[in-house]
């Protein structure tokens, strides 16, 4: 009998995913999840649940326009988070009822509940795998499975490698990849015309104590918050030639109604690799 990933389910400690699903007003977390986004709202106000929604909204909008105006019908969603409002599949297979997402998360309620969901969907699988082994998610059975590595695909890494520590942080294993090394081993196995989706916290336009607070509560989840300069940032799509509006804010990104002016928390993009 396989193993239920909610044998492992962590609660004494808050962890991303949660956190998220909290900020999105899902009902997937603990006490303790609450208690730590309460702690941030407390002090900066309800700004995580506004950059939680920029994110979330970025991710309707790139799919859709991955899907729709560049014919992209195969997905690996890193880092998927809790299910919730529009999901990468639910959008991709709208357009494309052949398309096929693969999911990958490490927290065990996500792969249950995504489990649980995906049950009768075989164009869509819940993978458990850590973007620390990217090795591990690009040879899992549901991804050779779905996932035809001969023709283009999307790797979609919306709000996750932040949560990757490289060399020098006090959290990182030694041997783990640091973000560039993850994304570089996607890179190297996806096709010419395969399209990365990318957001990323950011110290460009932060102010530097909101940073450290944010830096701070997450450094008592399972997995610390590690924000990164434009320039750390932009030399993650090494290897991959940034589409218009280029690296933005994810609520300047390809808007499909006007936006006031929202958080500068985030940076998003979406590539494509020409070679």
Known sequence: ?????????????????????????????????????????????????????????????????????????????????????????????????????????????????????????????????????????????????LIDFSQPAAVLFVALLPFVTAPGHHRHVEGSPSPAEVVAAFTERLAPGSVLVLTHVTTDGVPGEQVELLEDVFDQASSPMVFRSREDIENLFTGWRLLPPGLVRPWQWRPDRPEPSGTPYFLAGVAVKDA
């Open 1 to 145: 009998m396989s193993e239920d990933p909610r044998d492992r389910l962590r609660v004494d400690q808050p962890t991303p995913a949660r956190m998220y699903d909290y900020c999105l007003g899902g009902k997937d977390n603990f006490e303790i999840d609450r208690q730590a986004v309460e702690r941030l709202y407390s002090t900066i106000g309800h700004v995580p649940r506004q950059f939680a929604w920029e994110n979330r909204r970025f991710l309707w909008r790139s799919v859709d326009y991955v899907a729709r105006d560049l014919g992209i019908s195969q997905f690996i969603d890193v880092g998927a988070g809790l299910p919730t409002a529009r999901n990468t599949h639910e959008i991709a297979q709208e357009i494309n009822p052949d398309a096929r997402v693969v999911y990958v998360d490490n927290d065990p309620i996500v792969v249950s509940h995504g489990r649980a969901l995906l049950a009768t969907n075989a164009s869509t699988v819940m993978v458990e795998g850590d973007a620390a082994d990217p090795a591990g998610i690009l040879s899992a059975p549901g991804t050779a499975r």
